[in-house]
């Protein structure tokens, strides 16, 4: 390379100059980023709630559901104390809501039902200990998820059912879930599952079609059996409870809809009474207990009144006749009921007192009303019974103070009201919800915070509000979905108020944010951002009138356009998009059956592959060494890993791990030196690590991690230099951090990680520059952040929140180009806040205070665009809005390209951080070529989009001459000032020879924006 004495002064010069005037000093303490657009301005009227709903529990940890404005409705837990109350994990940011079901197995494993953008609604677990929910296996790849439904808990497993007839079971690990059993094969019709339950006998699980009721029975060690009902009515069977090895339930039959019993060993079922003759009696579930069980049922003679069944005939009556004549003495609603004290404190409702609290023995004599809460007639209506410390919890209405909590013992002088959560008459108990050591989680409204989680202590008979879950500030907020980066802007999908989604765009300011409405005039039901081409920002949007179509904007509402529709109605997504070859792949099914898809980001450009099979699908997951790998298969196998060029010829399998139908599954596709590192399953080998040179027969099994399959996990993996990093779990090393050089003798586990706990997960990997980046759950609230160079000598903690309680969320985000990164977190001294590390614990430090003190900014969907970071967060005032943070005001470095050049290149060997040095790389098309660098200061506007001066004002700052190989090195030396973190420059480089594209000799790079970092 030529490089002259002259040149190296001017490139001092150029140092000088990065000194702008613009230059700031590093900032130390936490910042507040600037509001950058407040899309939702609706105000509200009155307080919002949360409206939490108790799902399961016991003492210790209760789970429920509640709604807030940042995460819709989500599975919340709480142990009855503020600190132990929290948002069990929002899988996917934005106010959707993702939570659909949830139980808790033996071991503590939770097994939670939600829908995520990417995955639909799929199976997430967390293991006991952990913080997170992770994905337990994606059943059916790609959006639109497998549904599991039923959810329910029987031994160590928690039993679900798929495509209404299949029997599946999990304990929560991707190796211990399996279909179980498809219950087709043992019926005569299709019948689909909607509700099942254990017991001691087996696992019940029951259903409806063409007029029949079918009840399938489930044992540990043999087949289903299909229990025998004569039916005539299409109507669920709906279970009572398990008595000993006996199921209760009714059911339509020939009787009408009656109770029944099955013995738990036959495939018969025996009525137990037929208390409507001439109709239906349509039990109703109030109480189950050891040996009886508690329902409503109704007669012609009597009305809806109290029944018991010890599930016999002989042992089904009607205890008494709390209503005389046949209007109903009963309320039917559900939780209007709860054991108590050897009886059963109900709803009940006679002409004297009205609807109020009663208490039965068992017997006529032993029946009576409790307490009069609501003298005379009128009732008080009491709702939503729960037990807790030996007494029965619900609400109830009197004329002073309105709906509040009460509680009895199951005698008149123990029922009292316990509070008056708001004064006055107006409603202040909702709903009694379950028992924690702390007291009776309820649910209320004290007029001010909306419906929120209160807990009750019996001991001092005082309430407190637990967590207010919907805060409210100003406004509400709005929803924020998916983020892509596409050069200069960036287009997001957004609730800002109205029915809905938006696809909005910002290139960063308050006047480049906007929505690309009415350009697409969306139905709202369906936007989803695909992948960024040279030609623009593809996405996927149900509109009017067009319908469900692919879409690519270039940042304007002009360059907003349909590409292709896609038609199949709404809420169906694009599978498994991929930017490949200047190309979005994608598998689409447009009724003709699943096809691999491309766009170049034209019309012409856009549709299946041509002479795609029938019958293959081709999921593209990776782009790698100029080819796609992925899932694939042709209808006689299961999923296994494929390469494709694009054509489908050039579509092949490329090994068939696991043969049959089960299929491979495989995963975690990454570079490894010339070839592909990825996980398959197989049932010899469970999932094991495997490299392929991109042909069949150089595809291979590296090693077998654990001898026995159902001992070894890999749950990530990511490139570091010529080796691969990934987090795998067997039984001799718990999870570790592993690498591989894709050979056995070069796989390994890197040593434990000096944490209190060694088994701790290794989760979120990221590669930041020459480092791994990661974060471990050591058990309870706190985790800790790392970064390793892939040994273990050079693995090192960089925040540990171990002793503060903290929560790490988003392990690594990039934010400069010198290895920066950002990531969230919680500290005793800041709520959820934006935290940067340059990879070193002594640059790891807090850099934003959305919300002063303790208060949760909550940073989510960040990303970097241009100079800056931007990010969803809640600043206490406008509720969850876009802000916008400076890479300057946290030392951050960078240097990128901007706007495009014709023939020459321009780019930085390093970032600009005071007291070091980086150089600028030259290229020209010829050698021996003759160059300037030029510059300016900022502000520059937007990149050009064509080969032009790329830098406003421009100042020459250097020249150059070009190698035999049309190359330059100009080296630039940054002074150790402070006073210059925060300088921006921008530069381009401009190159003489004869015959050049622009005015017949010159050649000019690209753009370089230029930030010096601390």
């Known amino acids: 390379m030529t490089t002259t004495r002259s040149n190296r002064r001017r490139a001092a010069v150029l140092a000088v100059l990065l000194a702008a005037p613009t230059a700031i000093t590093t900032a130390q303490a936490p910042r507040s980023p600037t509001l950058l657009v407040d899309l939702n301005q609706t105000p509200h009227d009155v307080p919002r709630s949360s409206s939490p709903t108790d799902l399961f529990g016991d003492a210790g940890t209760r789970w429920f559901m509640a709604t807030d404005p940042g995460h819709g409705l989500e599975l919340w837990e709480t142990d009855g104390t503020p600190q132990g109350t929290r948002l069990v994990d929002d899988l996917d940011s934005g106010d959707l809501g993702s939570f659909r079901g949830a139980v808790r197995l033996p071991n503590g494993t939770l097994v939670v039902a939600a829908w995520t953008l990417a995955t639909g609604v799929e199976l997430f677990a967390r293991a006991p200990g952990a913080n997170r929910l992770r994905l337990v296996a994606d059943l059916v790849p790609g959006a639109d998820g497998s549904e599991p439904r039923a959810l329910t808990v029987w031994g160590n497993a928690c039993w679900f059912v798929l495509n209404g007839m299949e029997l599946w079971r999990t304990d929560g690990t991707a190796a211990g879930t399996r279909r179980v059993e498809d219950l087709r094969a043992i019926t005569s019709s299709w019948v689909p599952i909607e509700r099942m339950v254990a017991g001691p006998g087996g696992l019940w699980a029951g259903g409806v079609a063409s007029g029949r009721t079918l009840l399938h029975k489930a044992a540990p060690s043999t087949p289903s059996v299909e229990v025998t009902l004569p039916s005539t009515a299409l109507q669920q069977p709906r279970f009572l409870g398990t008595l000993g090895t006996r199921l209760v339930f009714s059911s339509a039959s020939a009787f009408g809809f009656e109770p029944f019993v099955h013995d738990g060993a036959t495939g018969n079922a025996a009525l137990l009474a037929d208390i409507h003759p001439t109709g239906n009696s349509e039990p109703k579930l109030l109480a189950v207990e050891a040996n009886r069980i508690w329902f409503a049922a109704l007669d012609p003679v009597h009305g809806r009144e109290l029944w018991l069944t010890d599930g016999t005939p002989a042992g089904t009556r009607r205890v008494v006749d709390v209503l005389p004549g046949t209007a109903s003495g009963l309320v039917g609603r559900e939780r209007s009921a709860v054991a108590l ?104 409204d004290d007029g001010m915070h909306g419906i929120e989680p209160w807990i009750f202590d019996p001991t001092t008979r005082t309430a407190s509000l637990l967590a207010n879950l919907a805060p409210d500030p100003i406004n509400y907020g709005f929803g924020f979905g998916e983020v892509l980066v596409h050069d200069d802007f960036a287009l997001f999908v957004a609730h800002r108020g109205v029915p809905g989604l938006q696809p909005f765009v910002t290139r960063g300011t308050l006047a480049t944010t906007f929505p690309l409405t009415p350009a697409v005039t969306a139905s709202q039901n369906l936007i989803w951002s695909l992948g960024a081409l040279p030609a623009g920002a593809v996405f996927q949007a149900e509109s009017t009138p067009l319908g469900n179509g692919l879409w690519i904007t270039d940042g304007s509402l002009q360059g907003t356009r349909m590409l292709a529709p896609l038609g199949r109605g709404s809420m169906r997504r694009a599978t498994d998009p991929l930017v490949h070859d200047g190309r979005l792949w994608f598998e689409w099914d447009d009724g003709s059956g699943p096809t691999l898809w491309r766009t170049d980001g034209t019309t012409s450009g856009t549709g299946p592959v041509s002479g795609w099979p029938s019958g293959q699908r081709f999921l593209p997951k990776a782009a790698i060494h100029g080819a796609m790998y992925g899932w694939g298969g042709n209808g006689t196998e299961g999923w296994e890993p494929w390469i494709s060029d694009g054509t489908a010829a050039g579509t092949v399998r490329l090994a068939d791990v696991a043969p049959g139908f089960a299929g491979s599954d495989p995963t975690h596709f990454t570079p490894l030196g010339r070839g592909v590192f990825f996980v398959a399953s197989s049932p010899q080998t469970g999932a094991e690590p495997w490299f392929t040179d991109g042909t069949p027969a150089g595809t291979r099994l590296i090693t077998e991690l654990v001898p026995l399959a159902a001992h070894g996990r890999i749950s990530e993996a990511t490139s570091l230099a010529d080796r691969v990093l990934f987090v795998a779990n067997t039984s001799a090393t718990g999870w570790r951090l592993w690498t591989s050089d894709g050979t056995a003798t070069g796989t390994s586990p890197l040593p434990a990680l000096p944490t209190t706990n060694p088994n701790a997960q290794p989760t979120g990997l990221a590669r930041i520059g020459d480092r791994v980046v990661f974060a471990t759950d050591p058990g309870g609230p706190a985790s800790k952040l790392w970064a390793t160079d892939g040994t273990g000598p050079g693995t090192v903690g960089l925040f540990d929140g171990s002793q503060l309680g903290a929560v790490i969320r988003s392990p690594a985000t990039p934010a400069g180009d010198g290895g920066e990164f950002v990531f969230v977190a919680r500290d005793g001294s800041h709520g959820e806040e934006l935290w940067a590390s340059d990879g070193t614990l002594a640059g790891t430090r807090v850099v934003t205070d959305s919300q002063a003190g303790p208060a949760d900014g909550e940073p989510r969907q960040i990303f970097r665009l241009g100079d800056a970071l931007l990010f969803q967060a809640e600043d206490g005032l406008t509720g969850k809005e876009l802000h916008r943070l400076p890479l300057a005001d946290f030392g951050a470095a960078l240097a990128r390209p901007i706007g495009r050049g014709c023939g020459a290149h321009i780019v930085a060997d390093g970032v600009p951080r005071i007291g070091r040095g980086f150089a600028l790389v030259l290229q020209a098309t010829t050698g021996g070529a003759a160059g300037l660098v030029v510059g300016s200061a900022p502000a520059f506007g937007a990149p050009r989009p064509t080969c032009e001066i790329n830098v406003a004002n421009p100042t020459a700052l250097g020249n150059f001459t070009t190698d035999p190989q049309g190359a330059a090195r100009l080296p630039v030396q940054v002074p150790n000032d402070p006073a210059l973190v925060g300088a921006l420059l921008y530069l381009q480089s401009v190159h003489l020879r004869t015959g050049g594209p622009l005015f017949g000799n010159l050649e000019l790079s690209e753009g370089l924006e230029v930030l010096v970092g601390d």
């Open 341 to 444: 004290a050897g009886g059963l404190v109900f709803a009940g409702s006679n002409p004297q007192v009205g609807t109020e609290p009663f208490f039965s023995d068992g017997t006529a004599a032993g029946t009576r009303p409790l307490f009069d809460i609501a003298p005379g007639t009128a009732g008080s209506a009491p709702l939503d019974f729960e037990q807790h410390a030996g007494r029965a919890y619900f609400s109830a209405i009197d004329p002073l103070h309105g709906r509040e909590l009460w509680s009895t013992d199951g005698t008149s002088g123990g029922t009292r009201r316990e509070v008056d959560i708001q004064a006055g008459t107006a409603q202040g108990t909702h709903t009694p919800l379950g028992s924690t050591t702390a007291g009776l989680l309820f649910a209320a």
